[in-house]
């Protein structure tokens, strides 16, 4: 239930990757999902998201959303 808290209040970005995983259990199990809930938490630096989103499987739009998601916390 708490798992991937912060990535599952971005609905768009969540639902995008439940749709390609298939199953909430791939969803909770997927490196790419955890990434990217660190990343919306505030881990990371916006260049090093940079460099990883080719591996994330998100679409052009989610990765859009995921960097204004990181950008705001100005780092």
């Given at each position: 239930?708490?798992?991937?808290?912060?990535?599952?209040?971005?609905?768009?970005?969540?639902?995008?990757?439940?749709?390609?995983?298939?199953?909430?259990?791939?969803?909770?199990?997927?490196?790419?999902?955890?990434?990217?809930?660190?990343y919306i938490?505030g881990y990371?630096?916006?260049?090093?998201?940079?460099?990883?989103?080719?591996?994330?499987?998100?679409?052009?739009?989610a990765e859009?959303?995921?960097?204004?998601?990181?950008?705001?916390?100005?780092?």
């Amino acid at each position: 239930y708490h798992q991937k808290y912060y990535l599952q209040l971005h609905r768009a970005i969540a639902d995008e990757y439940k749709r390609s995983l298939g199953s909430m259990a791939d969803f909770m199990a997927s490196t790419a999902t955890a990434r990217v809930n660190g990343y919306i938490k505030g881990y990371g630096t916006i260049e090093g998201l940079i460099q990883e989103l080719p591996q994330l499987g998100l679409s052009e739009a989610a990765e859009k959303s995921l960097l204004q998601i990181v950008e705001g916390y100005g780092r």
